[in-house]
């Protein structure tokens, strides 16, 4: 427990209040399951109002009148705006979110309408907030105090409570039972000095403490923007080191090989990339016509930019089924009842589809699994024997004994290299990609008229639910493992997968 | 494609203990070896050798880390703005919002797209999880969680199941049925485990294993079957924000960002942490990968954005204007890479030049922060979501 001397002094405020606060607090690391504040940016907010208040190169400030006093220091909201749009010399809308922001951390607030927390640009009258009820890092808004606070009003006026606040009142008095008659006296101790004060501190001070208290327990709950939380910081010298070696001793690539690759990737996607080019027929969210998507899915004719883009890397080919079936009959033209040294193209691609089954597979199958790829694979005289070296062959056949879902990725990676760097180029080249090319289409941009574009907007297909197409799928693996050769790797994964 | 992680050994007989495991490549005076990571762990819990102090493993680190960055700096013969000179400028975007989903009753905090391009599912406070139809505007599925505070969802590849968690510390599968009248809650099933709030979940190629970081500093890659722990990832030394699974062949790295500052680099297969960066000034709310795989973005509460080379291992870009105070929350690029697009807690998204680190577009709409900008897979449109209540497409 620890109890807390708090006094403060407000230079930038014409009427200086100095307050005595002791607190009693319990210290204790606040890790509990609350949303973590994000401050850094108070920092700089801080010393952007501390420019607004300056007297000659500030905000214009006025006074106004309120029954028999006058409160000094009042501000216009379209006054702040015009300051915020000369300093930072951006866009009225930018203006009006970096003021709206001032007002809903706390720094400025509202006379007239104190619950809505917004930046109005007109006359609406604003305050700055004085310093000691800033939103820091430094002290939270404990629910002590919060209760200290609806009891010294509820003192004041019986029933000047709002709706949400009696309710936060109930609450506290439950909770916070134990100390109840602690709180009471602090808050008589507060009314009291109160009205020691003369009325216009008085007014101005009651209207900074409810307006803090707006933020700090806003009425509709939202989020906190103060609370803090400590960082838990034990690392063990020796892992860092043992990081920092390895860091050290990987290989890297200087930045102008690297950033060169960045800006080739850029400029070769351009034109797929429907924010920087239109896309053909036309976006569907623009158009509400989905051609776009009904033309782009796994049936016979591809449109000419996607058959473009498997030309990009092996990864695009392969990701896309389309692609990757295109792949298949490439590699069936070219290599089926050839001498094995060229064979190996096209059980190469199945391995590497068996391993990444495999390595994605649920933990249970990884047996059975490994079990297949062994007999299809890499057993000696096997269907689909591949060609790798002898190295990365006895350490797969060795780690086969206790099968794990990284075991074939040494072999997976050799595969896959080969692919990426011999057979893709090969069917780059190939009369079936080129035919593929040629019957392409080439859809022509749509055009609607504004009624056309009513219609299509009354219109919007439904689509297919993706679990109706992953349905469909699996029967069609499933009619194509039972069509083609006895011992099909893709059957028996299908089969022990469809346990669902 | 980072050809370093792709070739290096991460399965095999580990050099110290024999058995065949997932391995790390580290160095025992200076020489490369592959331990298992239990191997390493127990070296690392080892203590001090003979003729080590705590001070003098202090000196150590510190020279290595200088050492680090020598690497690192004779690497840099040129600046991605001089690179980016040769690039023509952009044209003017036009992004407008297309679709404002409601339905939602209090702040969206999470969202992820469907394959299907057009689906998407999201998550808010009151413990909602929807699944939309956003071309139509349908909602086509709805759980209610126990807990408040759903952090994180996600949209399984095959579009059959979507996984969610947040303050109950778990992250949950449920299988989506076609049946209206069944209630997603019987089939739930509960994956992961940590021990404080999960902050960002996804699923890897398939619909197996699901990838989670928590706040409480770790990752973790599950099975989804039978809810074991296939791997975790220790190194952060606060709550882990936000992660990304690398896009390329390989899909074997994933980049994690928290509150330590730091974002780290994470080969999947051994548990390993094979680089890191600690660049920002505040928390690391979200990170995404470059479209290619070689590079990532990050958002954070310093109210910059980043963009760190893997390559050649350092941070190539800064986006940042005097006039954005607020904290970034989240950021996912375009489909091409060029754009760059943030939300920030002024409620606004802005849309960066990646290559020439300026802003192109500002886009306004949200009532509150915007807590996630996810593009869709075929690149089309772009989804915020808000604690406003709303989802909005915009293209």
């Known amino acids: 427990m620890r109890i807390c001397l708090r006094k403060v002094d407000l230079p930038l405020s014409p009427a200086p209040i100095s307050i005595c606060r002791m607190t009693i607090r319990t210290a204790r690391p606040n890790r509990g399951q609350h949303f973590r504040p994000r401050t850094h940016c108070l920092n700089k ?19 106004q009148k309120l029954n028999v006093s006058t409160i000094p220091h009042v501000i216009t909201g379209k006054d702040v705006i015009a300051w915020i749009t000369n300093k930072m010399k951006t866009t009225p809308e930018e203006v009006q979110a970096f003021g709206t922001m001032l007002v809903a951390y706390g720094y400025i607030y509202p006379l007239q309408n104190h619950k809505k927390l917004v930046l109005c640009n007109d006359s609406s009258l604003y305050r700055f907030q004085t310093p000691y009820f800033w939103p820091t890092q430094k002290w939270v808004a404990e629910d002590s105090d919060y209760a200290i606070y609806l009891a010294k009003r509820n003192i004041r006026k019986k029933g000047m409570l709002e709706a949400y606040e009696q309710a936060h009142y109930s609450h506290l008095h439950d909770w916070l039972n134990h100390k109840w008659d602690f709180i009471v006296m602090q808050a008589t101790e507060q009314y009291k000095a109160g009205k020691e004060r003369n009325k216009p501190d008085r007014v ?11 933020v700090s327990r806003p009425p509709v709950s939202e989020h906190c923007c103060v609370k803090s939380n400590d960082p838990n910081e ?44 239109p896309c053909l027929p036309s976006n569907p969210w623009q158009t509400d016509h989905d051609a776009y998507w009904t033309c782009n899915t796994r049936i016979d004719v591809p449109t000419k930019m996607r058959v473009e883009r498997w030309s990009f890397s092996l990864f695009e080919l392969l990701s896309d089924l389309r692609g990757r079936d295109d792949f298949k009959v490439f590699l069936k033209k070219e290599f089926s009842g050839m001498p094995p040294h060229l064979m190996r193209h096209l059980s190469n691609l199945a391995f590497w589809e068996a391993a990444e089954e495999l ?36 350490l797969t056949v060795k780690g086969l004994d206790h099968p794990h879902r990284y075991v074939l990725e040494a072999a997976q990676t050799h595969v896959f290299l080969l692919m990426k760097k011999d057979t893709f180029f090969r069917y780059l080249k190939s009369p079936v990609y080129k035919d593929t090319q040629k019957n392409a289409l080439s859809p022509a941009p749509h055009n609607f008229s504004p009624a056309q574009l009513e219609q299509n907007a009354q219109n919007r297909s439904l689509g297919v639910h993706p679990v109706i197409v992953w349905q469909q799928e699996e029967e069609e693996k499933a009619k194509a493992a039972a069509a083609s050769a006895p011992v099909d790797v893709k059957a028996m994964m299908s089969k022990i997968d469809r346990k669902k | 494609m980072c050809d370093q992680t792709f070739v290096a050994i991460t399965f095999g007989p ?17 020489e490369a070896t592959n331990y298992c990571s239990f191997c390493v762990e127990v070296m690392a819990t080892q203590g001090l050798q003979a003729g080590e102090s705590a001070a003098s493993l202090k000196k150590e680190s510190d020279s290595l880390k200088k ?33 404002v989903l409601k339905g939602h009753g209090n702040k969206v905090l999470c969202m992820d797209w469907c394959k299907d391009k057009r689906r998407l599912v999201s998550s808010s406070q009151d413990g909602k999880v929807i ?9 086509e599925h709805g759980v209610t969680l126990p807990c408040t505070w759903v952090l994180a969802c996600a949209y399984a590849p095959s579009g059959c199941a979507v996984a969610c968690g947040g303050l109950d510390n778990k992250c949950s599968v449920f299988p989506l049925s076609l049946d209206k009248n069944e209630n997603l809650n019987t089939k739930k099933k509960s994956v992961a485990m940590h021990t ?33 722990l296939l791997q975790s990832f220790h190194g952060h030394t606060a709550d882990v924000l936000s992660l990304d699974l690398a896009p390329s062949e390989t899909g074997n790295t994933f980049v994690s960002g928290g509150c330590d500052r730091k974002a780290n680099v994470w080969d999947m297969r051994s548990g390993q942490n094979i680089q890191s960066f600690e660049c920002h000034e505040s928390d690391i709310n979200c990170v995404k990968y470059y479209p290619s795989g070689d590079a990532f973005a990050s958002a954070s509460d310093d109210a910059t954005c980043r963009f760190y080379d893997l390559r050649a291992d350092r941070e190539v870009a800064v986006y940042q204007k005097d006039s954005i105070i607020f904290g970034a929350s989240t950021v996912d690029f375009s489909l091409s890479g060029r754009l760059l697009f943030a939300g920030y807690n002024d409620y606004t998204i802005n849309a960066w030049d990646v290559l020439k680190g300026t802003r192109v577009s500002a886009l306004f709409g949200h009532e509150n922060r915007v807590s996630r900008v996810r593009v869709s897979p075929d690149g089309t449109a772009l989804c915020s979501a808000s604690w406003d209540n709303t989802l909005r497409i915009w293209s």
Not at chain 1, 255 to 274: F, Q
Not at chain 2, 14 to 30: F, R, T
Request: hydrophobic content about 35%; charged content about 20%; some cysteine.
């Open chain 2, 14 to 30: 580990c050099d110290c203990c024999g058995k065949a495991s997932p391995l790390m490549n580290i160095y025992i005076k200076s």
């Open chain 2, 67 to 99: 050492k680090l960055e020598e690497e690192r700096a004779k690497l840099s013969d040129i600046e991605l703005s001089q690179v980016a000179e040769k690039i023509e400028v952009l044209a003017p975007l036009s992004i407008k919002t297309r679709r």
């Open chain 2, 131 to 139: 699944v939309w139809d956003a071309f139509t505007l349908n909602k």
């Open chain 2, 196 to 228: 404080n709030y999960v902050s960002g979940c996804t699923f890897t190629s398939s619909d197996m294993q699901i990838l989670t970081s928590s706040g409480d500093g770790t990752c973790a890659l599950w099975d989804v079957e039978s809810g074991q």
């Open chain 1, 234 to 277: 034990s690392i063990t010298t020796i892992s860092t080191n043992i990081f920092y070696q390895q860091a050290i001793m990987r290989s890297k690539v200087k930045s102008s090989v690297s950033l060169g690759a960045l800006t080739k990737y850029v400029t070769t996607y351009k034109n797929h990339d429907p924010f920087l080019a």
């Open chain 1, 204 to 214: 101005v001070f009651d209207c900074q403490e409810r307006a803090y208290w707006i």
């Open chain 1, 45 to 63: 907010l801080e010393s952007i109002v501390v420019e607004m208040q300056d007297p000659k190169s500030g905000v214009k400030g006025s006074e």
């Open chain 1, 359 to 394: 390595k994605w597979g649920t933990a249970s199958s990884m047996t059975s699994k490994a079990e297949t790829i062994f007999k299809t694979f890499l057993a000696p005289g096997a269907p689909r024997w591949i060609n790798i070296d002898g190295r990365t062959m006895g």
